[in-house]
């Protein structure tokens, strides 16, 4: 009934996938649904938060998300980089398939 | 609501049904130019461009602006911010069954059906199951 929407929200699958394998890369994302995840995404951007949905453009419904703006100030005598990253946080947050890059497991600092 | 079948297959096929089912909302729209803009959601379409009313609009550099409305380009969204209080799974299944109802509008006075039964893929039954009940339903018929 919802074509190829894939959603667990609160432990309630609304759409069952055909086939419980891992058959194509959008499958491996499938795995992470309602897991918390990272997202790489254009601009210098990268998102963390809980999947709760995407569809096959790579728009994406996260919860609980913080996204890191990363941008690069160049010291205008010593010619230094300066990496500067701003962090804020989105409760929910609705996220158009084309900015992203990659999706990924929340990377592990240590 | 679509009033293409175009645009309610892409919408019933794609995570842009939910952008739909805010409309009325006010929610918090960031462009991929760096701006965003806060207001109440007129219209989303299958390419989810969108249409706002009585807008803040804040530039790249913080400057605001007051529009009474404002659309955006479907290519030039980044975010939407989701409310709070929405019931996202509701939300989703109260658009499909809109699209749903017009879909077996016509079909309940024997009109002119948006798709055949045979294409239908919910009621569960595939081509070929519904084939070997034909086939037994003849063998019965024989005997």
């Known amino acids: ?110 | 609501m679509a009033d293409s079948l175009r645009e309610r297959t892409i919408a019933e096929n794609s995570m842009v049904i939910l952008l739909q089912g805010l409309q009325g909302q006010v929610t918090t729209v960031d462009l991929k130019n760096e701006s965003t803009a806060r207001g109440r959601v007129v219209n989303v379409d299958a390419f989810m461009n969108i249409r706002l009313k009585d807008v803040l609009y804040r530039d790249r550099k913080g400057q605001l602006t007051q529009l009474q409305e404002l659309f955006i380009t479907g290519r030039n969204v980044r975010y939407v911010h989701i409310p709070d209080h929405i019931d996202i799974m509701k939300t989703i299944e109260s658009q499909l069954a809109k699209i749903h109802r017009v879909r077996n509008f016509a079909s309940q006075g024997g009109g002119r059906k948006e798709y055949t039964k045979k294409s239908k893929k919910h009621s569960g039954a595939t081509s070929e199951t519904k084939r070997n009940e034909k086939i037994k339903g003849l063998r019965t018929k024989e005997t």
């Open chain 1, 1 to 110: 009934m919802c074509g190829i929407l894939k959603i667990i929200f609160d432990e309630v699958k609304m759409c069952q996938p055909t086939t419980n394998t891992v058959e194509e890369p959008l499958d491996l994302i499938r795995l992470s649904l309602d897991e918390r995840i990272y997202v790489k995404m254009r601009n210098d951007r990268e998102l963390r938060g809980r999947l709760h949905a995407y569809d096959q453009h790579l728009n994406m419904i996260l919860g609980d998300v913080e996204e890191t703006v990363t941008t690069v100030e160049i010291d205008e005598e010593t010619y230094e980089e300066l990496y500067k990253s701003t962090k804020r946080n989105i409760p929910m947050l609705f996220v158009r398939g084309d900015g992203v890059v990659l999706v990924a497991p929340p990377l592990r600092v240590g």
